[in-house]
Nanobody, 122 residues
C-alpha cells in the first residue's frame, strides 16, 4: 500500500505563500484520488481540497470555500508527488495539514500522511 509523507510546512507571514508536497512511496498513485485536510488547535479536522481521478489521466479538483481561489492542488505522476500550493495565506490557515489518498480514485480517503505544520503570522 502506498504511504504518504508531507513536507514543505513552516512559518510564513500573512499574505505569503507556501507549497506543500506529499510524496508517495510503496506504489504509484497516479490513479488515486488524493486530497488535503487540515486541523487547527482545538478544532475539528476539515477538508481543504481533493484531486480525483476522472479517467484518461485527467483529474477533477474541488476545494473548500475557505480556500477556493487561493489554494491549488496538482500532481507530478513521474515523481509520485502531490502538491498543495497555498497563496494569500491568512492566520486562520494555521493548522497541521494532512495529505490523504483513496486507491479507488475517489474521495473515500483511507490513507493518511503524518501531517506538516503550517503557521501563518499576522
Amino acid at each position: 500500500q502506498v504511504q504518504l509523507q508531507e513536507s514543505g510546512g513552516g512559518l510564513v507571514q500573512a499574505g505569503g505563500s507556501l507549497r506543500l508536497s506529499c510524496a508517495g512511496s510503496g506504489g504509484t498513485f497516479s490513479h488515486y484520488g488524493v486530497g488535503w485536510f487540515r486541523q487547527a488547535p482545538g478544532k475539528d479536522r476539515e477538508f481543504v481540497g481533493g484531486h480525483r481521478w476522472a479517467g484518461e489521466f485527467t483529474y477533477y479538483a474541488d476545494y473548500a470555500d475557505s480556500v477556493k481561489g487561493r489554494f491549488t492542488i496538482s500532481r507530478d505522476n513521474a515523481k509520485n508527488t502531490v502538491f498543495l500550493q497555498m497563496n494569500s495565506l491568512k492566520p486562520e490557515d494555521t493548522a497541521v495539514y494532512y495529505c490523504v489518498a483513496d486507491p479507488a480514485g475517489r474521495a473515500h480517503y483511507t490513507i493518511w500522511g503524518q501531517g506538516t505544520q503550517v503557521t501563518v503570522s499576522s
